[in-house]
């Protein structure tokens, strides 16, 4: 059965320290997809990463950055030098190949809070 | 190019109306999916359709829910006589071709309260 876990609830940081944010997935397809998005509190989804399941090499962009490990179905999502922008809730979301119709089966979400 | 438009944003209705959600994709793309998010919840698949065709409805409540993807038009998700369990935001998402390889993108979602 395909499942998305995030096991933080909520987060609360203060500005400018790093947060990791965990995503532990299930799925029986060899070949599936796996997203981030954020909802910051205006309530839109803003689309950040997509990753196949064979590209296993982490990710970087500006301060996020993306850590996928096969042998532990994780797919983690750090930010580093977080501001108070990033304050929001973070969805981690698997997509399976095999369903052909590409719906996201989604993770309960994490909420970030960042202090100044 | 427009991103994917729901409306309306805000809908309140009373408990035994019927509430209609508009969904338009970006333009070019023929696949959309709606979703469900409850209070304090992660969000849940709902349909998917192409145009004139629903293809995986599994998440769909088996009662007074139902979705349609005209050949012209937006995609309709519909509730007849709504409870106020059936108050959430609904989004809808939509994509150029089967899903797998690519990115959804996602409107700004429809918030439903039933009173």
């Known amino acids: 059965a395909q499942k998305v876990t995030q096991a933080q609830t909520e987060i609360s940081v203060v500005e400018k320290e790093d947060v990791t944010l965990d995503c532990v997935y299930e799925?029986?397809?060899?070949?599936?997809?796996l997203f981030w998005y954020k909802q910051p509190p205006s309530g839109e989804l803003v689309f950040l990463i997509r990753r196949n399941s064979f590209d296993e090499q982490n990710e970087i962009s500006g301060r996020y950055s993306w850590n996928f490990q096969k042998s532990t179905s994780s797919f983690n999502f750090t930010i580093t030098a977080s501001q108070v922008v990033d304050s929001a809730v973070y969805f981690c979301?698997?997509?399976?190949?095999?369903?052909?119709?590409?719906?996201?089966?989604f993770g309960q979400g994490t909420t970030l809070q960042v202090k100044p | 190019n427009a991103g994917v438009m729901q409306n309306p944003r805000h809908l309140v209705r009373r408990r035994g109306q019927e509430a209609r959600l508009r969904c338009s994709p970006m333009?070019?793309?023929?696949?959309v999916y709606w979703y469900r998010q409850l209070p304090e919840e992660g969000l849940k698949f709902m349909v998917y359709l192409q145009k004139e065709n629903i293809i995986d409805e599994s998440g769909m409540p088996k009662e007074r829910f139902s979705a349609e993807f005209p050949k012209e038009g937006p995609s309709i998700l519909r509730i007849q006589q709504v409870v106020r369990g059936d108050s959430a935001a609904y989004f809808c998402a939509s994509s150029p071709l089967t899903g797998r390889n690519t990115e959804a993108f996602f409107g700004q979602g429809t918030r439903l309260t039933v009173v």
């Open positions: 979301a698997l997509s399976e190949a095999r369903s052909n119709t590409g719906k996201l089966i």
């Open positions: 333009k070019g793309h023929s696949h």
């Open positions: 799925t029986r397809d060899t070949t599936y997809y």
